[in-house]
């Protein structure tokens, strides 16, 4: 399968906001923030579960649900806000979930259309600060923001480029079976840069890694299960339910489940230096690409525009 079979890509719904008029600059570097779960955000909902002991990121991105500048700032904002939110909780916290709002899509990745204005207006600068941004996020999912964490990505539908990427860099994958998952940035020369190579090598050898990265394919939620990259398959729906039973179960050797995640984590190391050579490497490669490289992430682009009609809410979290 490739990226263009995807029904994800042709369907047409009406769109739904739900965001706030604040101005994003009131919160943009918060001092000492003495509610942080009241934060007003335009591109994510946070929330502490009143049950389980999970605290919930859910994208809801302005527009197509891709990775964009608004979107990377409100994390980077909500992270530093973190350690409060879990100090003030009136019971421990042990897991961080990272999930989406928009119907039949986790992420469908990087702003395609930044890259390209970028590429023709040669504004380097601005695309290796987006990608920086890029990784200060997922080094907070690698390190579980340096807190008794285990960090958990929920895919409720299509995961394609940084959107996988943002999933491969938590340490479980709980998915739905209709989800696809994959890297098509080879479809306009390019690769995943956001630490794709990173995680996968981690997770299935370099080899089976640099094939998933160079082949363009898109896999199902059960293929990922079997070949070891996503830990749960849950049925159609039922993704949160699912993630619940994980934890409910889990969190009894919540101490043994942490410990051996960190030492998964030491006997094959990711480091911080390492995601950012790489995408710097990124950032020259985008820099080489083609006119004809460009016409063909414009079709890509236009795919992705179709996505923006396809953004309703669910509130489920919850439930």
């Given at each position: 399968?490739?990226?263009?079979?995807?029904?994800?890509?042709?369907?047409s719904?009406?769109?739904?906001?739900?965001i706030?008029?604040q101005?994003?600059?009131?919160?943009?570097?918060?001092?000492q923030?003495?509610?942080?779960?009241?934060?007003?955000?335009?591109?994510?909902?946070?929330?502490l579960?009143?049950?389980?002991?999970?605290?919930?990121?859910?994208m809801?991105?302005?527009?197509?649900?891709?990775v964009?500048?608004?979107?990377?700032?409100?994390?980077?904002?909500?992270?530093?806000?973190?350690?409060?939110?879990?100090d003030?909780?009136?019971?421990p916290?042990?897991?961080?979930?990272?999930?989406?709002?928009?119907?039949?899509?986790?992420?469908?990745?990087?702003?395609?259309?930044?890259?390209a204005?970028?590429?023709?207006t040669?504004?380097?600068?601005?695309?290796?600060?987006?990608?920086?941004?890029?990784?200060?996020?997922?080094?907070?999912h690698?390190?579980?923001f340096?807190?008794?964490?285990?960090?958990?990505?929920?895919?409720?539908g299509?995961?394609?480029?940084?959107?996988?990427?943002?999933?491969?860099s938590?340490?479980?994958?709980?998915?739905?079976?209709?989800?696809?998952?994959?890297?098509?940035?080879?479809?306009?020369?390019?690769?995943?840069?956001?630490?794709?190579?990173?995680?996968?090598?981690?997770?299935?050898?370099?080899a089976?890694?640099?094939?998933m990265?160079?082949?363009?394919?898109?896999?199902?939620?059960?293929q990922?299960?079997a070949?070891?990259i996503?830990?749960?398959?849950?049925?159609?729906?039922?993704?949160?339910?699912?993630?619940?039973?994980?934890?409910?179960r889990d969190?009894?050797?919540?101490?043994?489940?942490?410990?051996s995640?960190?030492?998964?984590?030491?006997?094959?190391?990711?480091?911080?230096?390492?995601?950012?050579?790489?995408?710097?490497?990124?950032?020259?490669?985008?820099?080489?690409?083609?006119?004809i490289?460009?016409r063909?992430?414009?079709r890509?682009?236009?795919?992705?525009?179709?996505?923006?009609?396809?953004?309703?809410?669910?509130?489920?979290?919850?439930?």
């Open positions: 399968m490739t990226l263009l079979d995807l029904p994800s890509f042709r369907r719904n009406i769109t739904q906001k739900l706030n008029k101005s994003r600059f009131a919160y943009a570097k918060p001092q923030p003495t509610a942080p779960l009241d934060a007003a955000y335009d591109s994510i909902d946070i929330e579960d009143a049950s389980d002991p999970i605290f919930w990121c859910w809801h991105p302005l527009g197509r649900p891709i964009t500048s608004e979107l990377l700032m409100d994390l980077k904002t909500m992270h530093r806000s973190l350690p409060v939110i879990l003030q909780a009136k019971k916290v042990g897991y961080y979930v990272f999930a989406s709002r928009t119907r039949g899509t986790y992420s469908l990745g990087g702003d395609l259309g930044f890259f204005d970028s590429v023709r040669g504004n380097r600068a601005a695309v290796r600060a987006y990608a920086h941004d890029c990784i200060d996020v997922v080094w907070q690698v390190t579980s340096n807190r008794p964490l285990i960090t958990m990505a929920l895919v409720q299509d995961a394609l480029g940084g959107g996988f990427e943002t999933a491969l938590c340490d479980v994958i709980v998915a739905e079976k209709s989800a696809k998952m994959g890297l098509p940035e080879v479809l306009f020369n390019l690769f995943p840069g956001m630490g794709a190579y990173s995680f996968l090598t981690r997770r299935v050898g370099p089976e890694a640099h094939r990265v160079t082949s363009g394919t898109i896999y199902s939620a059960e990922l299960h070949m070891g996503v830990d749960v398959v849950a049925e159609d729906g039922e993704g949160v339910y699912a993630l619940r039973d994980y934890v409910k969190y009894r050797r919540h101490n043994s489940q942490l410990a995640l960190q030492a998964r984590k030491r006997v094959h190391p990711i480091t911080e230096a390492e995601l950012r050579d790489i995408v710097d490497i990124w950032v020259d490669a985008v820099f080489r690409l083609t006119d490289d460009l063909r992430m414009a890509l682009i236009t795919a992705q525009e179709r996505r923006r009609t396809d953004s309703s809410i669910k509130h489920i979290a919850a439930e």
